[in-house]
């Protein structure tokens, strides 16, 4: 008998994520200089780290023999001031994806389930196969999540339901009244999850925090990874009624969160300067996405994030070719979406060379 037989039958069955392909392989396999590249494919700060966080990280490094504060007691302290919520209220992860495992730890087994939309950020699927649980998918028009849908999927065996906002790959929103409609049916055996990881590029945020300060079952999600630049630091959080927090901290690794990381993510929590021009930077990118690609006649999903899904045909073809020329994109079979490809706004000179060779991949 092979030594799968023993193993647990839906991790046999995963599919494991595929993440946007590093630069520094696609150097390697085309005999490119890493300077060369360009990625645009995981939706990173294309204007780098915070460099506050980057003067912490520097300095933090010298104490690097000590174990970190499990507790992340500075950084969860500066976080609960900045909502004014109780630290208690705060759980920190490796990563705003470690959150949603914690989540998944302490309320998914064989027997009960998780909603998310058709076109969800794809972790949340993976995350439920994981766990041998149920998992639900509700159809999204036209790229929204569907709230009244999604509340009336819910059934006995649900437990948490995902509404990644805006949502990944599609870059789309809904709105403080959807939500507020949603959260007033929501019955109290199930815990709403904000995922809100490009929080920080929207104009007009809906608040959902208001419902952790209320002590509902919701767990806000935030990440250091997208508008701070701190991706591979490996550093997020989230937000939720103590009941629900004291529940996460008791099913986290006792250092999560490392040393390095906290000291970046406190700092960068500070640098609204960079968040600003982050934000700023991304404004005039997408714009220049959206306009080229009316231009050109080619369908995308107009987006709030800082990224741009576009349908290409045929994604895996223009993937490929866009990797050859250098510039990674994202195919996104993954999301049964393969026609289309999400581009990340980078820098204007990134984004003019993407467009320029996407334009090529229809010409020749
Ligand atoms: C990028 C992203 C995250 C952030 O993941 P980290 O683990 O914090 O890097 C979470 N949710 C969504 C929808 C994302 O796109």
Known sequence: MSIQ???????????????????????RELGLQPEDIVKLASNENPLGPSPLAKEAMRAAIDEGQYYPDGGGWKLRKAIAERYGLGMESVVLGNGSNEIIEL??????????????????????????????????????PGFVHDLDAMAEAITEETRLIFIANPNNPTGTLVGEEAIDRFMDRLPDHVVAVFDEAYHEFLADPPDTVKYVK????????????????????????????????????????????????????????????????????????????????????????????????????????????????????????????????????????QNRRCLEILDRCFTD
């Open 103 to 140: 989540l998944c730890h302490s309320f998914l087994n064989p027997r009960v389930g998780l909603i998310a939309a058709e076109h969800a950020f794809v972790v949340y699927k993976l995350m439920a196969a994981l766990f041998g649980a149920n998992y639900v998918e509700v159809p999204d």
């Open 214 to 349: 209320e002590g509902r079952n919701v767990c806000v999600m935030r990440t250091f990874s997208k508008a701070q630049g701190l991706a591979a630091l490996r550093i997020g959080y989230g937000l939720a009624s103590e009941s629900v927090a004291g529940l996460l901290q008791r099913a986290r690794q006792p250092f999560n969160a490392n040393a390095i990381a906290q000291a970046g993510a406190l700092a960068a929590l500070h640098d609204h300067e960079h968040v600003a021009k982050t934000v700023a930077n991304n404004e005039v990118g997408l714009q220049f996405y959206h306009e080229e690609f009316a231009k050109r006649g080619l369908r995308f999903v107009p987006s709030v994030a800082n990224f741009v899904l576009v349908e290409v045909g045929d994604g895996d073809a223009v993937f490929q070719k866009m990797l050859k020329e250098g510039v990674i994109v994202r195919a996104m079979r993954g999301y049964k979406l393969p026609e289309w490809i999400r581009i990340s706004v980078g820098t204007p000179e």
């Open 5 to 27: 037989g023993s193993a647990n039958q839906f991790v046999c069955d995963l599919i494991a994520y595929e993440p946007g392909k590093p630069i520094e392989e696609t150097a």
